[in-house]
């Protein structure tokens, strides 16, 4: 058996942690650069605030009904998210944690287990440690999981854990789930799935095996075999990233190389403390930049450079040199820049290493220089070591003018009790 348990509109419950008058009022949660929608509170959803709308177009809404507006805290949301994880993991002996606010449990040997008290003790204590709820399913396969757990957040009755251990179960279940409601089928499939009158999860498991690999193909077949309870879909146990992306749309339009520069040797920096921290190195780099498509009054332009490193690296100075090299060769004046990122890619363990013939650079010998800034940022605070390159003007930052304190990991922002 597998169980999902998902946080409750998880960065609006983050918000709500540390600021109870919240609870029970409308509360949205805002993209980078104050932009979009980008979680919303069941009160909020109640009044009609759609996902990726534009803060702009709510804001007669929003005042209306009194919806408090946050600037999205990813320092906050990834504390929260560790403090759940952690807790989840001591109630089964496998987890893989599949999102910020989602983990897959293996229940294997819990044969004689009530899993339903179970599942209920999980989510009582996580929302008792943490204060953020939240929900579980539970069922023979991940795609029924997930099933399991919408129901699990609809129906109050559940008392948020819904299992599915039955033939029975399982049918009364997919009769009731929307084709587009299952994981794995997107939008896309979706739409051609209803073309062929397969409007459920049930519909679409009494299609013939071979209809279904026809159709849809090896990933479509897996998830029609998860539906009729043969799991496929394993547990991920490995726990570095595949590929790392830092990207943020800036907080103003920039026409000039320096302060993108600045920017994007800040996300170099970022993948590279990520790559350490998984104790990893990464093979490929890309840098990409782009305007505003959104701006059809202005010139577009968007450009992306790869580079093969010639040794794989953690190292910030390197990712940093070989990004600006990246971003000189693709960089144009004349154009207002809207966003830019830096992804690594092609991971590997960082030993043993695959060297080159040719490197002359003293790699043990930055290896220790990098322990050493990070063991200073831990102690002191983030970025209070970095590379020059970095800078200190920041004129690409983003803009967070409703920013919540982040109350579980700088010591000025802790909250205050006076008695």
Known sequence: MYALIDCNNFYASCERVFNPSLNGKPVVVLSNNDGCVIARSTEAKALGIPMAEPAYKLKELIEKNQVTVFSSNYVLYGDMSHRVMTTISEFAPEMEIYSIDEAFLLLDGFQLIDLKAYGEKVVRTTTRNTGIPVSMGIAPTKTLAKAANRFAKKYPNYKSVCVIDTDEKREKALKLLDIGDVWGIGRQYATKLRYYSINTGWDFTQRTKSWVRHTMGVVG????????????????????????????????????????????????????????????????????????????????????????????????????????????????????????????????????????????????????????????????????????????????????????????TKMEDVLEIKV
């Open 221 to 408: 077949e897996r998830t029609w075999l998860e539906l009729r309870g043969t799991p496929c879909v394993e547990m991920d146990r490995s726990t570095s990233k595949k590929s790392i992306c830092t990207s943020r749309s800036f907080g103003e339009r920039l026409t000039e190389l320096e302060p993108i520069s600045e920017a994007i040797a800040n996300f170099a920096a970022s993948c590279a403390e990520k790559l350490r921290k998984q104790k990893s190195l990464a093979s490929i780099l890309m840098i990409f930049i782009h305007t505003n498509p959104h701006a059809t009054n202005q010139p577009q332009y968007s450009n992306q450079k790869v580079i093969h490193l010639p040794v794989a690296t953690n190292d910030s100075t390197e990712l940093i040199n070989f990004a600006l090299q990246g971003l000189k060769s693709i960089y144009k004046k004349g154009y207002r820049y809207k966003k830019g990122g830096v992804i690594v890619s092609e991971i590997v363990p960082e030993r043993p290493l695959q060297g080159n013939l040719f490197d002359t650079k003293d790699r043990e010998k930055f290896n220790k220089v990098m322990t050493v800034m990070d063991n200073l940022n831990a102690s002191y605070g983030k970025q209070k070591v970095k590379i020059a390159a970095q800078g200190f003007d920041r004129k690409w930052k983003l803009k967070n003018e409703k920013l919540s304190p982040c109350y579980t």
